[in-house]
């Protein structure tokens, strides 16, 4: 069986068992799905921090997680090892693409010099692995939040020092990832925010970490490195506030420092949840603002006011989640779905690693499979074409067209009585649509 005690998951389609197993009920990846194979919509990746990384530990609780490779005791045998498991592990599951940060994959030294040593063996050996199976990097980024000298953030921290050092961690990062041919690299602002507006000159801190990004963005340049940029918007934890809130405030704060033409979004769904936003809403705003680069696929508890990245289970969110993605027509022009999630602390063996990605490969396959009927028949386009009708004549198309002004809206509206404004108005219908929206995951489902 190889170095997992694991078979290679099969798709197993409706014949499967209706208790879940080790098997594919929905996700057959060359299954064609509005003009593509179900993988090219999809691009599943799996998460090294979380999916070899992750101990389960709970703020009240240490590691539960049994994995083969913690018979290494020294940090670099097990890192080295962990590459040989970890593209086994992709090619049973039968994904095509991973993601790592820097300090995921190889322990720190002293000084940087020492831990780029550490880094360049590890990465060498991916290199290897990718080379030899044709799986890809999907994105890569720098964890530039974990360690104690980040403690005040890294890009905004106040400390010039960790500033250099912070750009000085990105530059070999950017090389990285352009030696494993990453299709994108990925910002996550962990702890660029603050803790105390007294203490915090907010915009000087933005400036430098906007300046930061430029120099990002004339490196890649410079060494001809070609992925798309992304920033993963949180709104807070580990911080207070953190400056990339949401979908909307890092659009904003892109446009305002003129990096709108080398950036878009990373979005999960947990992180739009902290944001007191649902999944669709942050994807839809990027998508509609041009901004949709790629997806991270986790959820939260609603009854959990943290980030509790578990795999991805509910039916709706990910047709919602897969008809935004057929209406952008793909995840950006280089995303995918990256696995940024774990099991559950009570979910230790191995076994549970592979269960926990099927669930969720199975869960965005189903998802996918729901909206292309939608979008097939045509339903939620219809439902708004006919809720803005009255904006494609009359009065409705002046505005749209630009010609409309005040004293035109006011000799139109003027004089019509409040009957008529009421009878303008129409009913949603509201639960009738959910319920509709209801009726296409059925129906689509069984029909799979």
Sequence with gaps: MGLWDI?????????????????????????????????????????????????????????????????????????????????????????????????DIAPEGDTLRETNANLDRVVNKIEN??????????????????????????????????????????????????QLGAENYVFWGGREGYENLWNTQMKREQDHVAELFHMCVDYAHEIGMNAQFLIEPKPKEPTLHQYDYDAATTINFLRTYDLQDDFKLNLEGNHANLAMHTYQHEIRLAREAGFLG??????????VGWDMDEFPSDLYETTAVMWEVLAAGGIGPH????????????SFTCEDLFRSHIVGMDSF???????????????????????????????????????????????YAIDKPQSELLAACKSDHLESVKATINNYMIEALSQA
Excluded at 38 to 65: E, Y
Excluded at 85 to 97: I, T
Excluded at 132 to 160: D, H, M, V
């Design 7 to 103: 078979d290679k998951v099969a798709y197993a389609g409706r014949s499967a068992d209706v208790r879940e197993g080790l098997a594919f009920r929905y996700y057959d990846k060359d299954r064609v799905v509005a003009g593509k194979p179900m993988k090219d919509w999809l691009r599943f990746a799996v998460a090294w921090w979380h999916t070899f990384n992750q101990g389960l530990v709970d703020p009240f609780g240490d590691p539960t997680a049994q994995r083969p490779y913690y018979q290494y005791a020294d940090p670099m045998d097990q890192a080295l090892a962990k590459v040989d498991y970890a593209f086994e592990f992709f090619q049973k599951l039968g994904v095509d693409f991973f993601c790592f940060h820097d300090r």
């Design 365 to 411: 396959a189903a998802g996918l499979l729901v909206a292309e009927k939608m979008h097939e028949d045509k339903y939620i386009e219809d439902l708004q074409a006919q809720r803005y009708a009255s904006f494609d004549s009359g009065i409705g198309k002046s505005v749209e067209e630009g010609t409309a002004s005040l004293a035109a809206l006011e000799e």
């Design 335 to 346: 995303g995918g779905l990256n696995f940024d999630a774990k099991p559950r602390r009570s």
């Design 294 to 303: 790629s997806l991270d696929a986790n959820q939260g508890d609603k009854l």
């Design 129 to 178: 692995h990718m080379k030899s199976t044709g799986i890809k990097l999907l994105w890569n980024t720098s964890s530039l939040f974990t360690n104690a000298r980040f403690e005040a953030g890294a890009g905004t921290s106040p400390f010039a020092d960790i500033y250099a050092y912070s750009g000085a961690q990105l530059k070999h990062s950017l090389e990285i990832g352009k």
